[in-house]
């Protein structure tokens, strides 16, 4: 079950995402965080961030709407709180970093550069850009070179993994964009923006009006999306997005994943990582295959 994303090895393909499994502490008494490949932390910016008004999660068909805001407790104390805490357990910690300015990006990455238990970067991108009147650097080729360029001179000791947003018109020339500026891998994918309202009340269901639509709806979407990318450059790929079950790893692993992550599916039922590998092992055994590595990248990409 072991993979490679790049240079760093996970023990097999699992990953959880970012914002599902807090900074990873939150779920070790649910969860055997060494049978993960890894997890990936909450968004961490420079300051602590207190994130959007509630109501910040609501249930839509097939899927759930967030807007968290970002909360988090800021490098400083991610460093010296939960990053020590963390090393206890065996297990790769990949750390999502954001911002809203380039420089916010380098300094953060900065400062994690001088701490210890970290296996990479992943870089959210889809955050408002505040000196390029709020676009969001993940949506234009030439922001996402820069950002990404700027971070990779910044990460000297990590790899760097990109997360695309899924909202552009053609991910292949963003996906080319990072990779030519530096990035080491590509997750694939943020959140949809979206809405749910009350119209017998004229509300939001949500406290920040519109959110991020994530979970089994969007499944058939994001594994578009990889197909586009994959077609467009050699980057290893994370999948992410609705993924539940073992069809749905081995989906995103077939379309060329490396390997996926789970998000919501975490809310349902916390342990649903650790259950998806003891799935896996015994899918890729039916399939014949005795390493999961054979089967990424079979899609046909013909019926013919
Ligand atoms: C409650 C919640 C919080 C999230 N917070 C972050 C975050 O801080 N940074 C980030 O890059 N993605 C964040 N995400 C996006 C997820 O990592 C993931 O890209 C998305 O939920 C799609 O995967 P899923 O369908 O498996 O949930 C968050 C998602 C949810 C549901």
Aim: hydrophobic share 40%; with cysteine; charged share 20%.
């Amino acid at each position: 079950m072991g993979v490679s994303v790049g240079a760093v090895r996970l023990r097999n393909p699992i990953l959880a995402a970012s914002g599902t499994f807090g900074y990873g502490l939150e779920f070790a008494h649910l969860v055997n965080l060494e049978r993960l490949g890894g997890f990936v932390t909450k968004g961490i910016s420079l300051e602590p961030i207190e994130g959007a008004p509630a109501p910040r999660l609501c249930e839509t068909p097939s899927g759930m709407l967030n807007a968290i805001g970002l909360q988090n407790v800021g490098v400083r104390a991610f460093i010296a709180d939960k990053l020590p805490l963390l090393q206890k357990y065996n297990t790769q910690v990949v750390v999502n970093v954001f911002g809203y300015c380039v420089e916010d990006y380098v300094e953060v990455i900065r400062r994690l550069e001088d701490a210890e238990g970290i296996a990479a970067y992943e870089l959210n991108i889809s955050c408002p850009n505040v000196k390029k009147g709020g676009m969001q650097f993940g949506n234009d080729p030439v922001t996402v070179g820069e950002v990404v360029g700027t971070a990779r001179k910044a990460a000297s000791r990590r790899p760097l993994w990109i997360k695309l947003t899924p909202l552009v018109s053609d991910i292949g020339l963003i996906a080319k964009a990072a990779t030519e500026a530096g990035a080491d891998a590509l997750t694939i994918a943020n959140t949809y923006p979206a809405m749910a309202i009350d119209f017998r009340t004229g509300r939001s269901r949500i406290g920040n009006l519109t959110g991020g639509l994530s979970g089994p709806a969007i499944k058939p979407i994001t594994l578009r999306l990889v197909y586009e990318v994959r077609k467009t450059v050699e980057t290893p790929i994370l999948g992410l997005g609705g993924v539940e079950t073992v069809q749905d790893v081995l989906d995103y692993v077939t379309v060329g994943a490396s390997a996926v992550q789970v998000g919501t599916a975490s809310f349902s039922d916390p342990k649903v990582s650790e259950g998806l590998m003891a799935g896996l092992e015994r899918a890729v055994l039916e399939l014949n295959c005795h390493n999961i590595n054979d089967l990424r990248g079979k899609f046909l990409g013909e019926n013919g």
